[in-house]
């Protein structure tokens, strides 16, 4: 019975993948269709699908930027599950000038979680503020050509999507929750 089970969601699994160079100039295209993406294929509500923009984002502009050299290319997957969760992932080549592995990228994520660090940086904040908090499952891999894999996945059956959070009419402040 479990087979059956298996393969049902298997056939339910909705997946994209898109491969574009690591040119910043092509993430205008990839934040376009992530919104729309995520508006089409959940409930969230306006705010969540432009969270989920950012942290869609935030991943491909660090492939671009650590992970992949010029001319080089990074992948990004999305997959759904109606009703269940979204799932994003973001492979970089393992040729760019910052390359860290997955372990590292994933102690400097604990590291920045805490506030107080965070203070004096002007930069790096985006996987522990943005991606972290905004993600039920957030997990970095080696692949075998040098490269890093991000996974990060979102449940879909929590209320608080169909919700837009009062912010008190503040532009100007970022409520995590």
Same mark, same amino acid.
């Given at each position: 019975?479990?087979?059956n089970s %298996? #393969?049902?969601?298997k #056939?339910?699994?909705t997946?994209?993948?898109?491969?574009?160079?690591?040119?910043?100039?092509?993430?205008?295209?990839i934040?376009? &269709?992530?919104?729309?993406?995520?508006?089409?294929?959940?409930? &969230?509500? #306006?705010?969540?699908?432009?969270?989920?923009?950012?942290?869609?984002? %935030?991943?491909?502009?660090?492939?671009?930027e650590?992970?992949?050299?010029?001319?080089?290319?990074i992948?990004?997957?999305?997959?759904?599950?109606?009703? %269940?969760?979204?799932?994003?992932?973001?492979?970089?080549?393992?040729?760019?000038p910052?390359?860290?592995?997955?372990?590292?990228?994933?102690?400097?994520?604990? #590291?920045? $979680?805490?506030?107080?660090?965070?203070?004096g940086?002007?930069?790096?904040?985006g996987?522990p503020?943005?991606?972290?908090?905004?993600?039920?499952?957030?997990?970095?891999?080696?692949?075998?050509?040098?490269?890093?894999?991000?996974?990060? $996945? $979102?449940f879909?059956?929590?209320?608080?999507?169909q919700?837009n959070?009062?912010?008190?009419?503040?532009?100007?402040?970022?409520?995590?929750n």
């Amino acid at each position: 019975m479990e087979n059956n089970s %298996e #393969e049902k969601n298997k #056939e339910q699994i909705t997946e994209i993948t898109i491969v574009m160079p690591t040119q910043a100039y092509f993430m205008s295209g990839i934040r376009d &269709f992530t919104l729309n993406l995520i508006k089409n294929m959940t409930d &969230f509500s #306006e705010q969540w699908a432009y969270r989920f923009q950012s942290i869609v984002d %935030e991943l491909c502009n660090n492939a671009i930027e650590h992970g992949s050299r010029q001319g080089e290319s990074i992948k990004i997957i999305f997959q759904s599950i109606k009703s %269940e969760y979204i799932q994003i992932i973001v492979e970089d080549s393992g040729t760019g000038p910052k390359q860290l592995k997955a372990e590292e990228i994933m102690k400097l994520v604990e #590291e920045r $979680k805490d506030q107080k660090l965070l203070n004096g940086l002007i930069r790096g904040r985006g996987l522990p503020k943005i991606v972290a908090e905004w993600t039920d499952e957030l997990e970095f891999s080696n692949l075998e050509n040098g490269g890093v894999r991000v996974r990060v $996945k $979102k449940f879909l059956n929590d209320p608080i999507f169909q919700k837009n959070i009062n912010l008190n009419n503040n532009p100007t402040h970022i409520i995590l929750n």
